[in-house]
């Protein structure tokens, strides 16, 4: 840990997301789970089919929420 803060600039946070909150992470454990085998995405094109959509939406500034039925909902952020 002191390695990766040694080279992290010093004006930036993090803060700890369950994975299911991080739909990003969520979708590549999910992922990593069917394949059964290790995996390593170097370009954002190599990534699964599902992840570059979700993390499409995020750069665009989407919120997601859990339905209560498992589904998932995207909201814009300019419409909370």
């Known amino acids: 840990i002191r390695a990766i803060w040694s080279v992290i600039p010093r004006n930036h946070q993090f ?3 369950y994975r299911e909150r991080n739909t990003i992470a ?3 454990v999910s992922y990593g789970n069917t394949r059964g085998s ?3 995405f ?7 089919f599902q992840t ?7 750069m665009k500034s989407f919120c997601n929420f ?11 952020l300019s419409s909370l």
């Open 52 to 58: 570059k959509r979700l993390l499409s939406l995020d």
């Open 15 to 17: 803060s700890h997301c």
């Open 26 to 28: 969520d979708s590549l």
């Open 66 to 76: 859990h339905s209560l039925s498992g589904g998932k909902v995207f909201v814009p």
């Open 38 to 40: 290790f995996s390593l």
């Open 42 to 48: 170097t370009t954002v094109s190599s990534l699964p």
